[in-house]
């Protein structure tokens, strides 16, 4: 079975500059979420999608960031402009979803983000 | 607001040299609480799930446990291939099955 594919896993930006990140969830996973993980701290939620609609945005930032999920498959998120505390990993996760959750969500490797 | 707190924030072990992490967590109505381990440059894995205190759960050297206000992760006979970081993360409510990560502790087993 295909993992959660991500990419790219390295970007060098200016600050003000844009940059968009690509996930690929597991197939038939209808839950899909975007963490930021800073470096030495746990990952931070910053939007979850249940098949293409958003459940939870909270924490997204919304005058920088944006994320969206065409056809219930395949994500991206985006930022614009870029700030130096943009730097960090940001994680793709999916998960079978529905009500019962046994908690195991499925990660990719990252995109790691550098803002100079 | 829900707050994840895990500590020591990095622990040093000798192989064979048995220990215990912790996560402790403030969140009414939790629903669960799940471990998971992450090596560098990767993403998180997940490990267990508990839902109720006094639940435990083992793989291999590993043993989660839950009381009503912490859990601990057990490792029992540590070897290097155990070196990562090990995060917590509870969910309050199901519908939103949003996932509130601790910092995780930074585990190494020296040989």
Redesign the interface.
């Known amino acids: 079975e295909a993992g ?1 594919a991500q990419s790219p896993r390295y970007k060098i930006i200016e600050k003000r500059q844009s940059v968009a990140f690509w996930c690929n969830p597991i197939s038939g996973h209808a ?1 899909l ?1 975007w ?1 930021q993980q800073i470096l ?6 910053l939007i ?1 999608f249940q098949n293409n609609g958003v ?2 945005d909270s924490q997204l930032p919304k005058d920088r960031f944006s994320a969206e999920r065409l056809k219930g498959v395949d994500s991206t998120l985006k930022i614009q402009p870029a700030k130096l505390e943009d730097s960090a990993v940001y ?1 793709c ?1 999916s ?1 079978p ?1 529905g ?12 995109s790691r983000l550098t803002v100079l | 607001e829900d707050q ?1 707190t895990q500590s020591p924030e990095a622990l040093r072990l000798q192989e064979g040299e048995s220990s215990s992490l912790n996560c402790s967590y403030t969140v009414s109505g939790l629903r ?1 609480l ?1 471990w ?1 381990r992450q090596d560098p ?6 490990l267990f ?1 508990l839902y109720s205190a006094g639940e435990e759960k083992e793989k291999e050297r590993l043993k989660a446990t839950l009381t009503k206000k912490e859990s601990f992760l057990h490792i029992t006979a540590p070897k290097p291939e155990d070196s990562a970081t090990y ?1 917590c ?1 509870v ?1 309050r409510d ?11 502790t930074r585990l190494s087993v020296l040989p």
Do not use: C, H, R, W
């Open positions: 959660v839950t979420y963490y030495g701290q746990g990952p931070k939620l979850q459940v939870d994680l996760a998960s979803g009500m019962i959750n046994t908690g195991e969500l499925f990660f990719g490797e990252g | 994840v669960g799940f998971y440059g990767k993403g998180p894995e997940f799930t995060l993360a969910i199901n519908y939103g099955q949003n996932f509130v990560f601790g910092p995780g």
